[in-house]
């Protein structure tokens, strides 16, 4: 079992910067490839961003340029990095890890985009 905690969510205004974290319990090497999913309220969570256990990214076509993920094995810790804030980006974004059997998710942290 690991546990996900993110954090560095909070109030930015448009065209602001912010860097969430995501902190596992275990190394996340041991997980297939990490995530970072958004959800606004009556709408499905959305994936946004993953980095693979090998260190590959991907990033949803609607994102590419603005969201960047990264990782510190050390620190057991994914980041995600979102330039250019906009009131669309709005959300709930979560921290998740798959792999083989399992399905791992953070309680989220709430990015709100406001002037």
């Known amino acids: 079992q690991v546990q996900l905690v993110e954090s560095g969510g909070g109030l930015v205004q448009p065209g602001g910067s912010l860097t969430l974290s995501c902190v596992a319990s275990?190394?996340?090497?041991?997980?297939?490839?990490m995530n970072w999913f958004r959800q606004v309220p009556g709408k499905q969570r959305d994936l946004v961003a993953s980095?693979?256990?090998?260190?590959?990214?991907n990033y949803a076509e609607s994102e590419k340029g603005r969201f960047t993920i990264s990782r510190d094995i050390a620190k057991n810790t994914v980041y995600l990095q979102i330039n250019n804030l906009k009131p669309e980006d709005t959300a709930v974004y979560y921290c998740?890890?798959?792999?083989?059997?399992?399905?791992?998710w953070g309680p989220g942290t709430q990015v709100t985009v406001s002037s």
């Open positions: 275990r190394s996340i090497l041991i997980i297939t490839a």
């Open positions: 980095i693979a256990i090998y260190g590959s990214t």
């Open positions: 998740n890890g798959v792999g083989q059997g399992y399905n791992y």
